[in-house]
């Protein structure tokens, strides 16, 4: 019994390091399935009060932590997963109960130092289980780090552009402000730093779907309308130069009306 809980104690470690791995230091694609199971599980939580909140305020508000709980879960989640396989592998290489292998793992993981080891196997598994938590809360708090860096970078440019498309973002107003204050009709917004930003957002919104989770710092402003008001203003500027181009080329028109014939 104790050899098998051993075996499976090392295959769940290993797998739950390739995880973690997975979904904080080298994310890609929709991620783990725990990882995704928990976003849904706290998004399904979170959207089940919004019926009794009448005002859209309230439920921005109530929604804007969905994320930040879903990252910490996840977090809550691993070291549970670990404490409980480390556990396994101390309970089969001691003769202590699965409480108290249990009760050692977290001691261990949690870096308290509580519980000393009682054999050499478990003074083995004690320093490799005090060295695999801090380097999954060292991940974590790296993965915490760049979700930072990747939601300043979305939100700033859109503040920037707030300016001028005000809050919802909308199209027309760029144009009407732009035209106010005398930008010319190519620069306002800077279409390329629009595209580069655009980019930007999709990779990080690819290797970290979590991002998109996350609501912006004002309740007004979201990612998808600004870069739909961008669009209208790109495609309004082109058609509007479009015209102006081709009119500049049109031929001078010639009114002749038989009744002002000279005979």
Same mark, same amino acid.
């Given at each position: 019994?104790?050899?098998?809980?051993?075996?499976?104690?090392?295959?769940?470690?290993?797998?739950?390091?390739?995880?973690?791995?997975?979904?904080?230091?080298?994310?890609?694609?929709?991620?783990?399935? +725990?990882?995704? /199971? +928990?976003?849904?599980?706290? !998004?399904?939580?979170?959207?089940?009060?919004?019926?009794?909140?009448?005002?859209?305020?309230?439920?921005? !508000?109530?929604?804007?932590?969905?994320?930040?709980?879903?990252?910490?879960v996840?977090?809550?989640?691993?070291?549970?997963?670990? +404490?409980?396989?480390t556990? &396994?592998?101390?309970?089969?290489?001691?003769g202590?109960?699965?409480?108290?292998?249990?009760? %050692?793992?977290?001691s261990?993981?949690?870096t308290?130092g +509580?519980?000393?080891?009682?054999?050499?196997?478990?003074?083995?598994?004690?320093f490799?289980? /005090?060295?695999?938590?801090?380097?999954?809360i060292?991940?974590?708090?790296?993965?915490?780090?760049?979700?930072?860096?990747? &939601?300043?970078?979305?939100?700033? %440019?859109?503040?920037?552009?707030?300016?001028?498309?005000?809050?919802?973002?909308?199209?027309?107003?760029?144009?009407?402000?732009?035209?106010?204050?005398?930008?010319?009709?190519?620069?306002?917004?800077?279409?390329?730093?629009?595209?580069?930003?655009?980019?930007?957002?999709?990779?990080?919104?690819?290797?970290?779907?979590?991002?998109?989770?996350?609501?912006?710092?004002?309740?007004?402003?979201?990612?998808?309308?600004?870069? &739909?008001?961008?669009?209208?203003?790109?495609?309004?500027?082109?058609?509007?130069?479009?015209?102006?181009?081709? !009119?500049?080329?049109?031929?001078?028109?010639?009114?002749?009306?038989?009744?002002?014939?000279?005979?």
């Amino acid at each position: 019994m104790r050899t098998v809980s051993l075996i499976v104690g090392i295959v769940l470690t290993v797998s739950t390091v390739v995880v973690v791995v997975q979904a904080m230091l080298i994310p890609s694609g929709p991620g783990p399935l +725990i990882a995704r /199971a +928990i976003s849904r599980s706290i !998004k399904f939580l979170a959207h089940a009060p919004l019926g009794s909140m009448r005002t859209y305020s309230r439920q921005n !508000k109530w929604l804007a932590g969905t994320a930040p709980i879903s990252l910490l879960v996840q977090l809550i989640v691993y070291l549970a997963i670990l +404490i409980f396989t480390t556990g &396994l592998i101390i309970y089969g290489t001691t003769g202590l109960s699965l409480a108290d292998s249990l009760y %050692q793992s977290g001691s261990t993981l949690t870096t308290l130092g +509580i519980v000393e080891p009682v054999n050499v196997p478990s003074t083995i598994t004690t320093f490799f289980a /005090a060295f695999l938590g801090l380097v999954v809360i060292a991940i974590f708090i790296g993965y915490l780090l760049a979700i930072y860096g990747a &939601l300043v970078g979305r939100e700033s %440019q859109m503040a920037r552009l707030s300016i001028l498309a005000g809050e919802p973002a909308w199209g027309p107003q760029i144009l009407a402000r732009s035209h106010v204050l005398g930008f010319p009709d190519d620069e306002a917004p800077h279409y390329d730093e629009w595209v580069d930003w655009t980019c930007d957002l999709r990779l990080n919104q690819r290797v970290n779907p979590i991002l998109a989770d996350f609501r912006s710092t004002a309740e007004l402003r979201h990612w998808v309308i600004s870069m &739909l008001a961008v669009t209208d203003v790109a495609v309004a500027a082109t058609a509007y130069l479009r015209y102006t181009s081709q !009119k500049r080329n049109w031929p001078s028109p010639h009114w002749r009306h038989e009744s002002l014939d000279t005979p």
